[in-house]
C-alpha cells in the first residue's frame, strides 16, 4: 500500500517515515518543501497540483506538515493560513478524489490556548477532548481551523479523519529563558512527562493505530500526551502546591531527584489527559515520568532510540542569542 507523509523533512514526519519504510508492505512517500533522506517530492502542500500529483494510488495520509509555533515570530499570518489551512484543505480535497481510506492529521495541544491558562488560586485545566479550544495565537487559529475542515471532508465527504492533537514532544530547549535558567534541559523535560509532553516514539505508534482505526472510527479528535499519574481531583492543589501532589502520587519521585540533584516545579497549571485515545485506538505509550527516570539514572538520558536518531532540527536557519526561538510568551 502507498502511503504519503507530508512534512517528511521534519521532526514527526522523518520519524514516521523511517518506521514506515521498515515495513515491506508499504511504499511510503516523503512531500516536503525542503530536500532531506526522507523526502521523495520536493514541494509544497500548497500547491494543488503538486498534492494531486503525490496523492495518486495513496491508501493513508499522514499529515504533519505545518508552520510551527515558533515561526509565529518568523512568518506572516498569511504565510500560516496559505499552509496551515489552504495546504490542508488541497491534501483533503486530493485525498476524497483519490479515495484515501485514513487521513490522520497532526494537530496540536495548542488549540486550547488560553483554556489551559487558571488564575492563581483556580484549579489547574483538566484537559480533555471536551475541553473548549481558545487559540491565543496564529498557529493555534489555523490549527483549529484546519481540524474543522478535517471534520466538514468527514461529514460532506465520507473522509475517515483522525485528529492527534500532540503535546511537546521536540528535542529543542525551552524557548523561555526563565525555565532554562533554572532547570537543566533534562529536568525540565522529565517532569514535562507529568503533564504535557510525549516521547516520539510514542507520538508514531498513536499516528499508525490512528491510520488502522480510522475506516472503523470514521472520525475522531484525540490528545496525544504521556499518561499522567494526577487524578481531577488534584488539579487545585496541583496549581499551587506541584511537590506535595507529585509526592503524594509517586512517592519515590523525591528520592531519585534528590539523587539526580533535580527539582520539580512549584506549580503545574495543566494536565492533558489521554484516556479518550489509549481506549478508542488501542494507544499504549511506553514513556511516563517513572520510565524517564528510570532511564535517565541508567544512561543519562531520556530520549528514545527513535528520538536519538533523528536529532534537534531547529525551527529556523538563523539562530538567537536569548535562545532557540526569536519570540517569548507566544510558545507556551
Request: with cysteine; aromatic share 10%; hydrophobic share 40%.
Amino acid at each position: 500500500m502507498k502511503v504519503l507523509v507530508t512534512g517528511s523533512s521534519g521532526h514527526l514526519g522523518e520519524a514516521l517515515m523511517r518506521v514506515l519504510r521498515l515495513d515491506p508492505g508499504l511504499h511510503a512517500v516523503g512531500l516536503d518543501i525542503n530536500a532531506s533522506p526522507f523526502t521523495d517530492v520536493v514541494g509544497s502542500i500548497t500547491d494543488p497540483k503538486c498534492v494531486s500529483a503525490c496523492m495518486e494510488g495513496v491508501g493513508v495520509v499522514y499529515h504533519t506538515a505545518t508552520l510551527h509555533k515558533p515561526h509565529v515570530a518568523t512568518h506572516s499570518k498569511q504565510n500560516f493560513i496559505d499552509t496551515n489551512i489552504s495546504g490542508t484543505l488541497n491534501l483533503l480535497e486530493a485525498a476524497v478524489a483519490a479515495g484515501v481510506s485514513s487521513f490522520v492529521f497532526t494537530s496540536a495541544t495548542s488549540v486550547f490556548g488560553d483554556a489551559m491558562r487558571p488564575d492563581p488560586g483556580q484549579p489547574a485545566a483538566w484537559v480533555t477532548e471536551n475541553t473548549k479550544p481558545i487559540p491565543r495565537n496564529i498557529y493555534g487559529v489555523t490549527k483549529t481551523a484546519a481540524e474543522d475542515l478535517c471534520h466538514l471532508f468527514h461529514r460532506k465527504h465520507g473522509l475517515n479523519c483522525i485528529i492527534l492533537r500532540t503535546s511537546r514532544f521536540f528535542p529543542e530547549e525551552d524557548d523561555d529563558p526563565i525555565w532554562r535558567e533554572s532547570f537543566t534541559d533534562a529536568n525540565l523535560k522529565a517532569i514535562e512527562f507529568l503533564y504535557r509532553r510525549a516521547e516520539i516514539e510514542d507520538v508514531v505508534n498513536a499516528h499508525l493505530k490512528a491510520a488502522a482505526k480510522a475506516p472503523e472510527l470514521r472520525f475522531g479528535r484525540y490528545i496525544v500526551s504521556a499518561t499522567t499519574p494526577f487524578r481531577h481531583e488534584d488539579m487545585l492543589e496541583l496549581n499551587s502546591n506541584a511537590v506535595d501532589v507529585v509526592r503524594r502520587r509517586i512517592p519515590q519521585y523525591q528520592e531519585i531527584f534528590d539523587a539526580i540533584g533535580w527539582r520539580m516545579l512549584d506549580r503545574i497549571d495543566r494536565v492533558y489527559f489521554n484516556e479518550a485515545a489509549r481506549t478508542d485506538l488501542g494507544w499504549i505509550p511506553e514513556y511516563d515520568f517513572i520510565r524517564v527516570l528510570q532511564q535517565y539514572l541508567a544512561s543519562h538520558d531520556i530520549s528514545s532510540p527513535l528520538a536519538a536518531a533523528i536529532g534537534a532540527k531547529g525551527y529556523d536557519y538563523e539562530t538567537y542569542s536569548d535562545g532557540p526561538y526569536p519570540v517569548r510568551g507566544e510558545l507556551t
